[in-house]
């Protein structure tokens, strides 16, 4: 399993952005996915998840109502659609995927359950 984020960039605060993760392997629709951050000088945190069939999806408090996580199975691709951003949402937003039951059937945010993970892409939101 390969993944590749897109989409990150510049915005300024009140702006949206969405970022798009493609992923190869025939198992990948039947992986749960998940969306997590990482900020200068703080640990990896988790943002957003989802199942297999995208019937659930879990958030961080921090993007509540805020950021929505999606997949596309026709195209083998996840995203997160981040809406009034915020300058402590810059960071490097990683795209992981998991075949753990929990994660696939329900979602996960435990980062030690997703052995796959994309590069990283780089949101900076000035404010």
């Known amino acids: 399993v390969q993944l590749v984020e897109s989409g990150g960039g510049w915005v300024q605060a009140g702006g949206s952005l969405r970022l798009s993760c493609t992923g190869s392997?025939?198992?990948?629709?039947?992986?749960?996915m998940a969306w997590f951050r990482q900020a200068p000088g703080k640990e990896r945190e988790f943002v957003g998840g989802?199942?297999?069939?995208?019937?659930?999806?879990l958030y961080a408090d921090s993007v509540k109502g805020r950021f929505i996580v999606s997949r596309d199975h026709s195209e083998n691709k996840l995203y997160l659609q981040m809406n009034s951003l915020k300058s402590e949402d810059t960071a490097i937003y990683y795209c992981?995927?998991?075949?753990?039951?929990?994660?696939?059937?329900?979602?996960?945010?435990?980062?030690?359950?997703?052995?796959?993970w994309g590069q990283g892409i780089q949101v900076t939101v000035s404010s």
């Open positions: 992981a995927a998991s075949g753990d039951y929990k994660c696939s059937h329900y979602g996960c945010q435990d980062a030690t359950l997703f052995p796959f």
């Open positions: 392997g025939r198992i990948l629709p039947t992986y749960g």
């Open positions: 989802i199942n297999w069939h995208g019937g659930n999806t």
